[in-house]
């Protein structure tokens, strides 16, 4: 008897991080229209089956691509999905065969991460809508995609904790330090002392502060500062830090 | 027209690393022997396809029981590889033709770390043989079986970044500082030197010593010390270091 093996699809999901006005962590999802009922959207995370002639990050840079129009964006493979019941949903099992043209049953998912700055022009070649949530109003999501949520948010805070560069790919070009913690206390799990953090930022030599201030605030200028990628790889990264 | 999607089978290897008496990382490769010549053995990392009803961290799982005779291994998966051309060679072509009966072209692998006290007792249920290779003495494997492993270098480097208890799963319950400096210069890519590495570790409350020092040793005896796992975790990570 031959042994059961699994023999399937294999899909990419992504999920795009974006930093709002508010000081909130977004996320980008997708919406299509349902072909039986135009008035009913599915919203999900921006994904694809894979090409039977494709790499998987080759796929994730696609799927971002058609996303967003962007040519290039930072990103990190970080977990294949593969629960066996994971696609089991009618309703899932349903959106497959009508998006892909397949009878499928089961389907596993490789899980990116992604980041962009909030502001950018999204030009999605593929999607009919493309908006941000804020990570605490995101809807029932199809299959898995809330749990890939979830898990994203890990691996963002160990991503950023690898590598303290990716944090600035979530800010604008010019920054206030208050953006700079703001962000980093949405991302961290623990209460920061702001004045701790301006102490520690301010040891940091590839923060470069600007000979520019803010203008129209209501509260005192703050001075932009700009992260200088070249400073920051000469300080390798350390086993123990 | 229906579009190209890759409908595959999935497998998952796992690289578990050892540190020898002679300061070196070991990896585990299998043998089994070909079919067609009893003589001629196929060294390779330890995987398996999973089953259709399996999740891919269940199916690692199972490899390492089936490889080590152990119930519950640490281990992390790091990396999906899915080059299409992984699989082309023809003699692995061959190879999972035989192994899995089935009329296998593309495959993709879900890679895995794993970590063993090399002293352990192997007992694998699957293998013919089971050895420890020393990382640089590796030799040519089928698939990308050398790429995965050259990646998962890279991994255990990371893991350890970001969870410095890791590195006692390498290391006998009892070891001397010169043992984890070893093991741990084995693991970095620059030059530590040793008294600051002893400073930074005694200034760690989480390695205890003991009162107990080597024996029978021809240099000055050293002292034991154990890793206290309850007090590392209370050390919590944090975002800067």
New interface residues.
């Given amino acids: 008897m ?9 899909s990419v999901d992504c999920v795009v991080f974006g930093f709002d006005y508010e000081n909130r962590l977004n996320i980008l999802l997708v919406q299509k229209h349902d072909e039986d009922d135009s008035e009913k959207k599915q919203i999900k995370l921006p994904g694809s ?9 080759d796929a994730a840079q696609r799927v971002l691509h058609e996303l967003t129009g962007i040519k290039k964006m930072v990103l990190k ?1 970080f ?2 999905f ?3 019941m994971r696609a089991s949903n009618e309703s899932d099992i349903k959106w497959m065969g009508t998006e ?3 009878d499928i049953d ?1 389907i ?1 998912t ?1 899980a990116y991460l992604s980041l962009c700055k909030i502001d950018h022009k999204i030009n999605s070649s593929k999607y009919s809508t493309v908006d941000w949530y804020p990570i605490d109003e995101v809807p029932a999501l199809p299959f898995d995609h809330n749990k890939i949520i979830k898990e994203s948010l890990v691996e963002i ?2 991503w ?3 590598d ?1 560069s990716i944090i600035f790919e979530l800010l604008p070009k010019k920054f206030t330090i208050r953006q700079l913690y703001q962000l ?1 206390s949405a ?2 799990e ?1 209460y920061i002392d702001i004045k701790n953090f301006h102490k ?1 930022i301010s040891s940091f030599n590839y923060i470069i502060p600007l000979e520019e201030i803010e203008k129209n605030v209501s509260h005192r200028a703050a001075r932009y500062y700009k992260f200088d990628a070249k400073i920051f790889k000469k300080n ?6």
Same sequence: chains 1, 2.
């Fill in positions: 031959k042994p059961n093996f699994i023999h399937t699809y294999v089956l894979i090409f039977s002639e494709e790499d998987v990050d493979q977990k294949c593969a629960d066996p892909y043209k397949h089961r596993i490789v805070r160990k950023i904790e690898s303290f980093y991302l961290s623990k520690k390798n990264s350390k086993l123990i830090k």
